[in-house]
């Protein structure tokens, strides 16, 4: 998900569905570790162009499984992508300007077809903006109306993917039901 726009959901997560989660997984005697893509990014690491390739590592360390969260912002858009990067991952080429978030699901779930049956997506009801008092709002809308459109090609794709999608979450409560269930 973008980071500015979440934090409520990352953290009804963290600490509704995580211990939740990893209870299950001890039952059965497995181990159940959870990442979340705003920890562990310093700024020192950021202001010298690492967070893609961090986050994506990340990702990467993740599989199989990748829990997506989109609002209505479409998320920072990186200046350039590291030549070694490219090198690595020359998908990233065709989408230089594209946000960490749409990259982040590009990679972990779009660019591979093993993610079946491994990915959820939940896509939150854009009228929950209005809940919150009108100063906090614009935090939550769109950066522009070209990111707005970019974000709605994004959702398309994800849809049209046939992996699994909840839309019109509510609340971070709700959003924490939808992934226990």
Not at 43 to 69: M, N, W
Request: hydrophobic content about 40%; charged content about 30%; some cysteine.
């Amino acid at each position: 998900s973008t980071f500015r726009d979440m934090h409520a959901e990352r953290e009804a997560l963290v600490k509704r569905v995580s211990p939740t989660l990893r209870a299950l997984a001890a039952r059965r005697r497995l181990g159940f570790f959870e990442v979340d893509l705003r920890w562990g990014i310093t700024e020192e690491q950021a202001s010298r162009g690492e967070v893609l390739p961090i986050c994506l590592e990340e990702i990467g360390r993740c599989r199989p499984y990748f829990i997506g969260l989109l609002g209505e912002r479409y998320g920072w858009v990186p200046d350039s992508v590291p030549d070694g990067l490219l090198r690595e991952m020359p998908w990233l080429a065709e989408r230089r300007q594209a946000s960490v978030t749409e990259l982040e699901i590009v990679h972990g779930v779009l660019n591979d077809p093993a993610m079946a049956g491994r990915a959820r997506f939940y896509f939150r009801d854009p009228a929950w903006i209005e809940n919150l008092p009108p100063g906090q709002q614009a935090e939550f809308r769109a950066e522009s109306p070209e990111a707005a459109h970019r974000l709605a090609e994004l959702k398309d794709r994800i849809r049209a993917s046939g992996l699994p999608v909840s839309e019109g979450y509510r609340s971070p409560q709700e959003l924490a039901d939808l992934v226990l269930a």
